[in-house]
């Protein structure tokens, strides 16, 4: 039994299915329950999709790690990068009664991921963004 | 995978999605519907059953088709949503936006009404 995965990928949205992937097999490995299972691919792909797509405005190339950690007390997701410096826990909150032209992408994901998961901690460690989400198993 | 079907009723129209609605997808399944609703001129219920998970970019989806549909006063009702895109609608708070019918017949009761 694998209780921890680590992956790392280019900062490409074409690299998001290797990350899939890994999750398939991972929660196949460990028997992830399938909300466990479901949360992790949303936190994932909202998270991923939202850096790739908005944390370099310069399209410069990096690479993303992602670890996924099994314990006792739940699931850790840490994602590291090298993008500009984006805290999740201060991006403003969806809001559902905007026109839907007028909302902010992007917020739509981060809005599940916050209900989604038990805690977020946020790290500026030198260039690298250090972004942690807590979940249950 | 997206599955249209013809009804008894000539101004309705039933789609089946199946499989995972994300943002591998969303675009295509997006101007799918999209194409329906502006060519076809009818209403849709659209079938969730199938659908094993969605995320923002499908949720988008679901709420850019009923706006659409609005705008040409159409209508478009989702049934047998799995719970736990529900749960998702109903973080998002959209679930007054987007109607959901337990049933194809609770859903014709509710654009035919």
Known sequence: ?137 | MLIVNETDHPDLLVIHLSGKLDFTNAEDVENSIKELINTGGKNLIINLREVSFISSSGIRVLLISVKLAESLGLKVVYTEIQEKARYLLEILGLQDQIKIAGSYDEAVKMITG
């Open chain 1, 1 to 137: 039994m694998n209780r921890h995965y680590s992956i790392e990928i280019v900062n490409r949205v074409s690299e998001l299915n290797r990350i899939f992937e890994m999750i398939t097999k991972f929660s196949l490995e460990n028997s992830l329950s399938r909300d466990c299972d479901y949360n992790l691919n949303l936190i994932l792909e909202e998270y991923l999709l939202n850096l790739i797509k908005y944390g370099y405005k310069d399209g410069r190339k990096d690479i993303i790690v992602v670890n996924i950690e099994l314990s006792i007390d739940g699931m850790r997701i840490k994602v590291t990068d090298s993008a500009d410096s984006f805290d999740i826990r201060n991006a403003e909150d969806y809001d559902s009664e905007m026109k839907l032209e007028d909302r902010r992408v992007g917020g739509i994901g981060i809005k599940l991921i916050k209900a989604l998961v038990k805690r977020i901690d946020y790290e500026k460690m030198g260039e690298n963004n250090i972004a942690t989400f807590i979940c249950s198993k």
